[in-house]
């Protein structure tokens, strides 16, 4: 059998390090577990990744990736209104609903004990996704009443992160998407006008 290529090998690292994170949520991952996983010696490991943050890295890479290319996406094609920041909200819970063991890295806890850096850069990720939401916020029309976008940003973003982090402290027995639709409707109400909301 001929031996994987080294973009392949990378590639089997990186899922299996994803599928470890969804069925050890809370156990710290080894390089030893991680390697016996993959099949191959930690060595191995080595060969392509100089240390297990720089595999983490990559997971963030590819979650940023995947993202933050559709959410510029669907604001370059979107029109200006509620209808944009649902398809950005319904995306991320979506992406965590289909990759449970990304998910977990994203609440953090994953990282417990893991370099300095990446807490940092879980760090950076939400802001660069509050960076979006409040951008959205600012095109509006927003309800008079409502606050300001940078506000209304914090709001939505712990919306969809506590619906993550209450499918991740579940199992995933409660989908991030379990009805959804009825709580976006009550925060549309609160955020956008009548007018606006019927229109989407």
């Known amino acids: 059998m001929a031996r994987p290529r080294r973009g392949e090998r990378r590639q089997e690292i990186l899922e299996t390090l994803a599928r470890l994170l969804e069925e050890m949520p809370g156990t710290p991952i080894t390089t030893a577990h991680l390697a016996a996983s993959v099949g191959v010696s930690e060595a191995a490991l080595y060969?392509?990744?100089?240390?297990?943050?720089?595999?983490?890295?990559?997971?963030f890479e590819f979650i940023e990736e995947s993202l933050f290319s559709r959410v510029n996406r669907i604001a370059a094609e979107s029109p200006p209104g509620p209808a944009k920041l649902a398809q950005v909200l319904r995306l991320w819970l979506a992406f965590a609903d289909k990759n449970h063991g990304l998910a977990n890295l994203l609440q953090g806890a994953v990282l417990a004990g893991e370099h300095e850096r990446l807490r940092e850069r879980l760090a950076q990720f939400y802001d660069r996704f509050e960076?979006?939401?409040?951008?959205?916020?600012?095109?509006?029309?927003?309800?008079?009443?409502?606050?300001?976008?940078?506000?209304c940003a914090q709001l939505v973003l712990a919306a969809v992160d506590g619906r993550v982090a209450q499918a991740v402290r579940t199992r995933f027995r409660i989908s991030p998407l379990a009805d959804w639709e009825a709580q976006w409707a009550l925060l549309e109400a609160a955020l956008f006008t009548a007018s606006v909301r019927t229109e989407s």
Request: hydrophobic content about 40%.
């Open 47 to 59: 060969r392509h990744f100089p240390s297990k943050a720089r595999m983490f890295d990559a997971l």
């Open 131 to 151: 960076t979006h939401l409040r951008q959205i916020l600012r095109e509006g029309p927003l309800h008079p009443g409502a606050p300001a976008p940078g506000v």
